[in-house]
């Protein structure tokens, strides 16, 4: 039937809004694609930044170590094929043009990750669409750089070489298949009107299986890169026929079948984790990705590929390959059975009552003390604070334990004084080839290193197995356990460098009088834990304190206290300083340590009449050089487990950060490593010298950059002169999120988090430029040349101006960052905005330092030194 005017005029008034009342606004029209784009690349930023600072890690140790090797010694014949130079690249003779295009893709990946670096850390760039371009092509050349030079370095056939690039149309095509059919699948749905949004929850899940994805396929990627380029087994150091010429793996010709599963397995993980990358940088192909689970099968493939390239290429038997895949089913097995047994009810109680037992006997802050002064000082509310920051600290602790764990375990692996190369036929002595030097020619001292490193890599692993355990993790932060694994792995740290960094009792003395006041600091530690621990004597604790602060000297406090801090967010500027402290002691304990077990220059590979077998090989040809070395080098360890035993200590860590004794620990690390930097990355006095000169010269213009900046006449020349270009005012509508709220108050992000990104950078840059100062590119003359000093750099003698070269830069980028690291802990300078531009002007000049010297350590001719400054000078333009 139908309805009257008044009816439906009746069912409008039900729905109608007051006329009085001001119409509601249109609703906003969507934001640009592009806008939205930029916005999900800034949200990824620090993934991205990780993923190119891995890259142009792995892109410059390659290019300072290419894939076949360097020829051991000369060859001036040259009529012959083979004629070369000591230091030389072996592919760059047998395969000349597979080494050019390693060459050109991977400098070319170097290179855009530099760039990459510099676009992240450009915020008035951010602003314009030419950023976001840039960006992605940086990204997208950075990717297939990878992918060329891989394909180039890792086989030296051209029907492997084509499965690469095959294999990367097919995951591709795979994915790509699977995304249009879950897009089609969607469209159909909400064409049919069945609700397809995203749920919160559903989008939270995805945020961060996008960013647990996007560090997984980081790692692999550089893993398996690394992996495919240097192949276990080495290189063949000469040419024996035609099927097998000098820079060919060897694993390739005494074990074919071996070598194939393990190009192959290894590939698959490599693009597997390429893919998975350049898909997660969409958010489109993600979020349909992960519901078709598309990037899960990629996942999966990297994964096995992974595990199937270890299996095969870390042995050389059957059995060991078959045993290290069954690891893989018993852990999955016994995992699987775990489960089905905490199904049953009965276990589960009983799993329950045994965890409340052991909580029950652990948490002795539950004891309530009597007396009321004693219940004062227990106060519920600060005990509930230091549990928080606990938890805070336990990311550091994982870290610290995580590369002690790494360190030891590489130092237990590879001990100082290498490895016997032949068996002994003297009669004499007895050991086999690949039994430790150092167990023959210093048993005891071998015996004391094994004993301690091997005690730290436990300590760090019980330290590893505490921080997961929900049960114990806090409990043994607060008392015994995680604080004695601490102690016990500090300490066999500092004994194992004193008996594998030197041979001489002086030098294990030095060590050890170095490691006195870190002793007086844990006996201090123990002390107070002891009287935490015991409440009876905590108002005797207290009284001791008062009478110690009133007999301290006023001028002594001025002295070692620095002004009280003005500002409301004390606590969090406290604990953003002790994270960059931590960071960057462990880094430096984790690099001194590893150059001092494994010292430039190398070790003695055969006895002869001056010198010992297994002994460095510095020490004999150049002492002086070796000693300051030795001692800069152990001043900035010893110095670095002082400032870590410091700050993994809540309270004396907030002691430590507002007075001056942490600032000259952190000063003697840094000290120490450019003195060792000095010492062991030149073999002349005057190269020594300009790396010393070098740091004033940094500073100098770093100094001269913030007056300039600071000036006023100077800046409104600048902004002048850059709003001539165009470059100051962002483009309408095309604004990311640089601005936060925090407290009811705005904070500006970007200066809130470049300071994090520079620290980051010049910790990477300074730990890549000290190892290839140690082990140079073209490696080190051994003991079995005449004409040549062991241990001297074999490309100072075969090309002496890129040697020149390639130090300078290298010596320049180090400098730099210590530089830069050391400004960037001071608090005035991280304040003004003016030094942090100063600094970025500085860290660019650093990766300038980075990409030259990978440029001339190439050791090639005209064309490609042409094209590297081709590529530096273009993306250097792009960027400015």
């Not at 099927?243 to 190009?263: C, E, K, Y």
Request: hydrophobic share 45%; net charge positive.
């Amino acid at each position: 039937m139908p309805q009257s005017p008044s009816s439906r005029r009746g069912e409008t008034e039900l729905v109608d809004v007051d006329p009085n009342r001001p119409a509601a606004p249109a609703p906003a029209a969507p934001p640009p694609r592009m806008v939205t784009t930029a916005s999900f690349l800034w949200e990824l930023r620090k993934y991205v930044l990780l993923q190119a600072m891995l890259a142009a890690s792995v892109t410059y140790s390659a290019g300072l170590s290419p894939p076949g090797g360097v020829w051991p010694d000369n060859n001036n014949d040259s009529s012959s094929a083979g004629a070369r130079l000591a230091g030389d690249p072996v592919l760059q003779v047998t395969y000349a043009r597979r080494y050019e295009t390693f060459f050109y893709f991977n400098a070319t990946a170097f290179v855009a990750s530099i760039v990459t670096i510099n676009l992240l850390l450009m915020q008035s760039l951010s602003r314009h669409r030419g950023w976001l371009r840039a960006l992605q092509a940086a990204m997208i050349l950075d990717q297939l750089g990878l992918m060329g030079a891989y394909a180039a370095g890792s086989c030296r056939e051209l029907a492997m070489s084509a499965y690469v690039v095959a294999l990367v149309a097919l995951v591709s095509t795979y994915v790509c298949a699977h995304v249009l059919l879950f897009a089609l699948c969607a469209l159909r749905r909400r064409e049919a009107g069945e609700d397809d949004a995203i749920p919160d929850e559903e989008r939270g899940t995805t945020e961060r299986s996008r960013k647990y994805l996007l560090i997984f396929a980081t790692l692999v990627a550089t893993v398996t890169y690394q992996a495919g380029l240097s192949t276990p087994g080495g290189f063949l150091s000469d040419s024996q026929d035609d099927n097998h010429l000098a820079g060919d793996p060897m694993l390739r010709g005494h074990h074919p079948d071996r070598f194939m599963g393990f190009f192959y397995f290894n590939t698959t993980a490599f693009v597997a984790s390429l893919v998975v990358i350049m898909l997660l940088m969409s958010r489109t192909v993600t979020h349909h990705g992960f519901r078709s689970c598309a990037l899960w099968v990629c996942t999966g493939a990297a994964l096995i590929g992974l595990t199937g390239a270890f299996a095969v290429g870390s042995s050389r038997s059957v059995k060991t390959s078959i045993y290290v895949v069954a690891l893989v089913v018993a852990v999955l097995s016994y995992i699987g059975l775990q489960i089905l047994v905490f199904f049953c009810k009965p276990v589960e109680n009983w799993v329950h009552n045994v965890q409340d037992t052991l909580q029950r006997y652990l948490r002795l802050d539950q004891i309530e003390p009597q007396d009321p002064r004693v219940r004062a000082v227990h106060d519920p509310q600060e005990t509930a604070e230091a549990d928080q920051l606990l938890q805070k600290s336990r990311m550091y602790l994982l870290l610290l334990g995580i590369l002690a764990a790494s360190v030891t375990y590489q130092a237990g692996l590879n001990p100082p004084g290498g490895f016997w190369q032949a068996n002994a036929t003297d009669g004499v002595h007895h050991y086999l080839a690949g039994d430790p030097v150092l167990h023959n020619t210093y048993p005891r001292r071998y015996l004391v290193f094994f004993y301690c490193n091997a005690t730290a890599f436990v300590a760090s692993l019980v330290i590893l197995i505490l921080l997961l355990s929900n049960i114990f993790s806090t409990q043994g932060i607060k008392y015994c356990a995680l604080q004695v694994s601490m102690i016990m792995d500090l300490l066999g740290l500092i004994g194992a460098y004193a008996a594998g960094s030197c041979r001489q009792v002086s030098k294990s003395v030095y060590v050890s009088v170095l490691v006195i006041p870190v002793f007086l600091y844990v006996g201090i530690h123990v002390m107070v834990f002891m009287l935490e621990v015991f409440p009876n004597i905590a108002t005797w604790r207290k009284k001791v304190r008062d009478k110690l602060e009133e007999s301290v000297p006023r001028w002594l406090k001025k002295l070692f206290e620095l002004p009280p801090e003005e500002d409301e967010n004390v606590k969090w500027k406290l604990e953003k300083r002790r994270k960059l402290l931590l960071l960057l002691a462990i880094l430096a304990a984790s690099l001194t340590y590893q150059a001092g077990l494994s010292p430039p220059g190398g070790f003695w590979q055969e006895n002869k009449t001056d010198h010992v077998v297994g002994n460095p090989v510095l020490n004999d040809n150049y002492r002086r050089r070796y000693m300051a070395f030795f001692y800069c080098n152990a001043t900035a360890f010893v110095s670095s487990l002082a400032i870590i035993m410091l700050l993994v200590n809540r309270k004396l860590s907030a002691r430590g950060i507002q007075s001056h004794a942490l600032s000259v620990c952190v000063t003697l690390d840094l000290v120490g490593l450019m003195g060792a930097f000095a010492a062991g990355s030149s073999r002349k006095v005057s190269t020594s010298i300009y790396v010393l000169i070098l740091v004033f010269a940094v500073l100098v213009c770093i100094t001269l950059q913030v007056v300039l900046v600071v000036s006023e006449s100077v800046e409104g020349l600048l902004q002048r002169l850059l709003s001539f270009f165009d470059i100051t005012e962002g483009e309408p509508g095309f604004i990311l999120p640089h601005t936060a709220v925090n407290n009811g108050g705005p904070r500006d992000l970007w200066y809130e988090k470049l300071p994090k990104y520079l620290l980051l950078l010049a910790a990477l840059a300074a730990t890549v430029t000290y190892e290839a100062a140690m082990n140079p590119p073209g490696g080190l003359w051994d003991d079995g040349q005449t004409v040549h000093v062991a241990g001297d750099p074999v490309l100072r003698s075969s090309h002496p101006n890129r040697y020149k070269a390639f130090f300078y830069c290298n010596a320049t980028s180090f400098m730099a960052s210590l530089v830069i690291m050391v400004l960037l802990l001071i608090k005035r300078v991280c304040r003004a905005k003016q030094a942090i531009l100063a600094l970025h002007t500085a860290m660019i000049l650093n990766l300038f330092g980075l990409m030259v010297s990978i440029g001339v350590a190439k050791w090639l001719k005209g064309v490609m030194d042409g094209l590297v400054e081709r590529l530096i000078w273009c993306f250097s333009i792009e960027d400015l």
